[in-house]
């Protein structure tokens, strides 16, 4: 079992930034591929970016690329660093989990098993 929790989020400019938090604990976390994603209003959830332990490159969906930053720490907290916030950035950020599956899929993809309980990002234009 993974346990998830998001801190972090709240009301920025556009232009601004921030940094959001995700505490897992579990077995075997540093197993897991970690991942951000995020729910607009009215919209589907949507894949941002994921991360592994092992160090290897980050995947970032492209209309985060160059502007977020996903990381990890010794202490199992993963970030998700947000630079450059735009209006359509607005959404509710949820870290996800998921063992590694060898199905042809690509490493970073969903679906994901655990789940966070979400935090809020609104940017304000």
């Known amino acids: 079992q993974v346990q998830l929790v998001e801190s972090g989020g709240g009301l920025v400019q556009a232009g601004g930034a921030l940094r959001l938090s995700c505490a897992a604990s579990?077995?075997?976390?540093?197993?897991?591929?970690m991942g951000w994603f995020r729910q607009a209003p009215g919209k589907e959830r949507a894949f941002v970016a994921a991360f592994l332990w092992s160090g290897e490159r980050p995947y970032y969906a492209d209309a985060v690329k160059g502007r977020f930053t996903i990381s990890g720490d010794n202490s199992n907290t993963v970030y998700l660093e947000m630079n450059n916030l735009k209006p359509e950035d607005t959404a509710v950020y949820y870290c996800?989990?998921?063992?590694?599956?060898?199905?042809?899929?690509?490493?970073?993809?969903?679906?994901?098993?655990?789940w966070g309980q979400g935090t809020q990002v609104t940017v304000s234009s």
């Open positions: 579990g077995r075997t976390i540093s197993s897991y591929v």
């Open positions: 996800a989990a998921k063992f590694p599956r060898f199905d042809g899929r690509p490493w970073y993809s969903p679906p994901y098993d655990y």
